[in-house]
């Protein structure tokens, strides 16, 4: 019974969706946003929006952030509507421009007359879509039909944003992407060019509640495919020692805790008051790199983007051979080309951070730095404007009522 009225409930929103299209025209200057699905105001399409108001755009444009839960505190002329509700289909329907940095669902077809901007959220290191020899998350069962759903989902992009050369390539053959692709770096980087000062940084921790008188460690974790709950939730099981972290370390140091936006878990972190603060998805990352003195991850693409400020990175891989053997692969060799140490135990990290010499991981960090942020130099965001721009013209244009 269950599944026969969430299959009539999608099939309704598709149908409400389609006759939308059908009805309503596309509005000429009509630009909507989100970020992962409506969790967040973040990543690339947040540095996207926040330049365009910079810039007054947001005055002329009829701007639409979508949003799962709550509200977020936004700037400029924009509206909020809430993900996924009847606003949000009429909106999807009548935008002229979508910025997005994930897969929206499948049947949000993309009408003539409207230009799909598809961000992405990082490089890959662990394997995507085509490249992928098995799936483990949550709702698909099969690779065949998962790959097949990712490439439908991809024909609707127009353009593509990639970081280096090295994405451009995996993209698109990972993706079969074959319109598009711009290779000018990430918008939700420009603000490590712009505001990794001293006095922008002091000014972050304060606003962020974080104490100036310590060394911060950012601690931030990618998801694991086959680490979810019975109701399909992605779970955050930690392999590392808070506890030991913050009795070695806690006189020295806090720990900032920011894991994957598929995690959904409320983790109690009362005990480690005062040495570890967590921050939630609706904290954007690239505010969290700025006041970090370090970086300690494990596969997650946030190496990349950290990587710019050449701050000293730490990679706590306790389940090495199950990630790469099992779940994912990489694309490199994680081992050769990660730009610090390597640790498998709460124990030899510790040992790491208290023993760092930069000298000795100089020339890979290097390297690392010369092939995967070769793009960023802090001015994507105004790319991607001019952009749009084009796809919005100042002149009274033509709308469109056809799908494609």
Known sequence: MGKWIYKTAKN???LVYRLMCGIFPVKKNRVVFDSSLGKS?????????????????????????FYEHEKYDIPGMSRQVRYGRLRYLYYMATAKVWVFDTRQPEFLIRRKGT???QTWHGTPLKRLALDMEDVFMVGENDIDTYKEHFVRNVNTWDYLISQNPFSSTTFRRAFDFRKELLEIGYPRNDILFRENTPEAIRRYRRNLGLPLDKKIILYAPTWRDDEYSEDDRYEFRPQISFEKLQEELGDEYIMIVKYHYLIMDAVDWSPYKGFVYHFDQS????????????????????????SILQRPMFFFAYDFYKYKNELRGFYFSYRKEMPGPISSTTEELIEDIRHYNPEEYSERYHKFMEKYNSADDGKASGHVLDL??????????????DTE
């Not at 947040?46 to 002329?60: F, R």
């Not at 954007?284 to 970086?295: K, Y």
């Not at 749009?388 to 009522?401: C, E, K, N, S």
Request: aromatic residues 18%; charged residues 20%; proline residues 3%.
């Open 41 to 65: 105001y973040a990543g690339n399409p947040k540095h996207i929006y926040e330049y365009l108001v910079a810039n007054g755009y947001d005055i002329q444009w009829d701007c639409i952030w």
């Open 388 to 401: 749009m721009t084009t796809l919005i013209p100042a002149r009274r244009q033509d709308v469109y009522y």
């Open 283 to 306: 904290r954007d990352i690239a505010e969290l790199f700025l006041v970090s003195d370090m970086l300690v991850t494990d596969y997650s693409s946030v190496m990349f983007d950290f």
């Open 115 to 117: 230009h799909y901007i």
């Open 12 to 14: 309704a929103v598709v």
